[in-house]
């Protein structure tokens, strides 16, 4: 039994909830598991930290979600939006 982790609710076999999936866009259907692995993420986010320290805050990784892909997208710039 997985569990939503975008609405926290129960959603069987399936990564998303249907409700979590609408609450990213109502045109999404299902979404692809990112395929970095943990590891690779933070690798990722500090490959593509800028240059500024300061203490207490960890480099971030901004994705940007496809709908027509139904998969997010590992972006320098840009954040979360839809496309």
Same mark, same amino acid.
């Given at each position: &039994?997985?569990?939503? %982790? @975008? /609405?926290?609710? %129960? ?5 998303? $909830?249907? #409700? *979590?999936?609408?609450?990213? $866009? %109502?045109?999404?259907? &299902?979404?692809? +598991?990112? /395929?970095?692995? #943990? +590891? +690779?993420?933070?690798? +990722?986010?500090?490959?593509?930290? $800028?240059? &500024?320290s300061v203490q207490g805050v960890q480099p971030k990784l901004s994705a940007r979600l496809s709908i027509k892909d139904e998969k997010f997208e @590992? !972006?320098? /710039? *840009? *954040? !979360? /939006?839809?496309?």
């Amino acid at each position: &039994m997985n569990f939503c %982790p @975008i /609405t926290y609710a %129960p959603c069987g076999d399936n990564l998303y $909830s249907e #409700a *979590g999936l609408r609450l990213l $866009s %109502p045109d999404l259907k &299902m979404l692809k +598991e990112l /395929t970095y692995t #943990a +590891e +690779e993420q933070r690798r +990722e986010a500090y490959n593509r930290a $800028s240059k &500024m320290s300061v203490q207490g805050v960890q480099p971030k990784l901004s994705a940007r979600l496809s709908i027509k892909d139904e998969k997010f997208e @590992i !972006v320098d /710039t *840009g *954040g !979360v /939006t839809r496309k």
